[in-house]
């Protein structure tokens, strides 16, 4: 059975949706857990999909999650190796006009940027970030100013991410959600409207609308 859906313009989530900076973002996370005396399974529970002051105000409310951000940002900076793009990503925004997609992220701009740019990547003309929002995912903040920067009501846009919590930030802005199971299992995703273990599942036709089709999971 095959699925069609159409809007006007599309937003991507970053990590584990167009990019794959998973031994990156993992190691870490965990290294810091372990300097911290946490879990490492239990933080890396609560790391995808969410700004990083929010993953430490999860995990460790006792620390200062202001200080401890900045300190992995400046790790985070330092190691892209490893930082590949998602499997048919390229192709895929290369069939859409720049003014058809943009990225809606909870990594800081100059990080976002930068890891796009590694994996060979285009930058998006439009950008949403943890510097932009007050609230990270899953609130629906970012994902309305994302669609806010299209002029569009969110209505006319459709959402890829990866994380149950960037599906929740989506939908509660009135987005429907195309859930990529590169991080986490089908099931765990189930509230998105479809769900595809990658780009090349996609057919996509790009004039005055964005068409897509795709196979409905068994």
């Given at each position: 059975?095959?699925?069609?859906?159409?809007?006007?313009?599309?937003?991507?989530?970053?990590?584990?949706?167009?990019?794959?900076?998973?031994?990156?973002?993992?190691?870490?996370?965990?290294?810091?857990?372990?300097?911290?005396?946490?879990?490492?399974?239990?933080?890396?529970?609560?790391?995808?999909?969410?700004?990083?002051?929010?993953?430490?105000?999860?995990?460790?409310?006792?620390?200062?999650?202001?200080?401890?951000?900045?300190?992995?940002?400046?790790?985070?900076?330092?190691?892209?190796?490893?930082?590949?793009?998602?499997?048919?990503?390229?192709?895929?925004l290369a069939q859409l006009r720049p003014d058809q997609w943009g990225v809606v992220t909870s990594a800081p701009r100059d990080i976002a940027l930068a890891k796009l740019a590694y994996a060979g990547l285009p930058a998006p003309t439009r950008l949403i970030s943890?510097?932009?929002?007050?609230?990270?995912?899953?609130?629906?903040?970012?994902?309305?100013?994302?669609?806010?920067?299209?002029?569009?009501?969110?209505?006319?846009?459709?959402?890829?991410?990866?994380?149950?919590?960037?599906?929740?930030?989506?939908?509660?802005?009135?987005?429907?959600?195309?859930?990529?199971?590169?991080?986490?299992?089908?099931?765990?995703?189930?509230?998105?409207?479809?769900?595809?273990?990658?780009?090349?599942?996609?057919?996509?036709?790009?004039?005055?609308?964005?068409?897509?089709?795709?196979?409905?999971?068994?």
């Amino acid at each position: 059975m095959t699925w069609q859906i159409e809007c006007t313009a599309l937003l991507f989530d970053m990590d584990g949706t167009l990019v794959d900076s998973t031994p990156c973002i993992e190691g870490l996370w965990r290294r810091w857990a372990v300097r911290q005396h946490l879990d490492p399974d239990f933080v890396m529970q609560h790391v995808h999909g969410r700004r990083g002051i929010e993953t430490i105000a999860l995990v460790a409310p006792h620390l200062d999650a202001t200080v401890e951000v900045a300190v992995l940002l400046q790790e985070e900076a330092r190691t892209l190796d490893g930082t590949v793009a998602i499997e048919g990503a390229a192709d895929f925004l290369a069939q859409l006009r720049p003014d058809q997609w943009g990225v809606v992220t909870s990594a800081p701009r100059d990080i976002a940027l930068a890891k796009l740019a590694y994996a060979g990547l285009p930058a998006p003309t439009r950008l949403i970030s943890a510097d932009d929002v007050s609230q990270g995912k899953p609130h629906p903040e970012a994902f309305l100013k994302g669609a806010a920067l299209f002029g569009l009501d969110p209505q006319q846009c459709v959402a890829f991410e990866d994380a149950l919590s960037g599906v929740q930030s989506a939908q509660a802005a009135g987005i429907a959600v195309i859930a990529l199971t590169t991080s986490h299992s089908a099931q765990a995703l189930s509230r998105a409207e479809h769900i595809i273990t990658n780009y090349h599942s996609l057919t996509l036709k790009a004039g005055e609308r964005i068409v897509i089709s795709g196979l409905a999971q068994q």
